[in-house]
Nanobody, 124 residues
Framework: QVQLVESGGGLVQAGGSLRLSCASS????????MAWFRQAPGKEREIVAA????????FYADSVKGRFTISRDNAKNTVYLQMNSLKPEETAVYYC?????????????????WGQGTQVTVSA
């Protein structure tokens, strides 16, 4: 059973940066595609970024391109999300997700495992 634990959320001013981490245990991390989703109150969960198992294929939502960077360290069983130039409308709970596959997916129902989420609050 794969377990995912996110960390790194918090309160930041608009234009600031945060780095989220997601530590995986209980599975073969190097065989899993990973993704970050976010969900704001009253809104659907949406894809932020995704990365394939080897780290050489990456997807970004249009809204975060050029500001966010997803990366993974298979030796540490950890995926990261570096978020720069944050905007107030990006306030949400950010979730890490995993799926045992080579390729990434961009819809939440494709993922088998989820972390508990970490709150990111961006003040104006």
């Amino acid at each position: 059973q794969v377990q995912l634990v996110e960390s790194g959320g918090g309160l930041v001013q608009a234009g600031g940066s945060l780095r989220l981490s997601c530590a995986s245990s209980g599975g073969t991390f190097s065989s899993t595609a990973m993704a970050w989703f976010r969900q704001a109150p009253g809104k659907e969960r949406e894809i932020v970024a995704a990365i394939n198992k080897s780290g050489d294929e990456i997807f970004y939502a249009d809204s975060v391109k050029g500001r966010f960077t997803i990366s993974r360290d298979n030796a540490k069983n950890t995926v990261y999300l570096q978020m720069n130039s944050l905007k107030p409308e990006e306030t949400a709970v950010y979730y890490c997700a995993a799926r045992r596959s080579n390729s990434y997916y961009i819809t939440p129902w494709e993922y088998d495992y989820w972390g508990q989420g970490t709150q990111v609050t961006v003040s104006a």
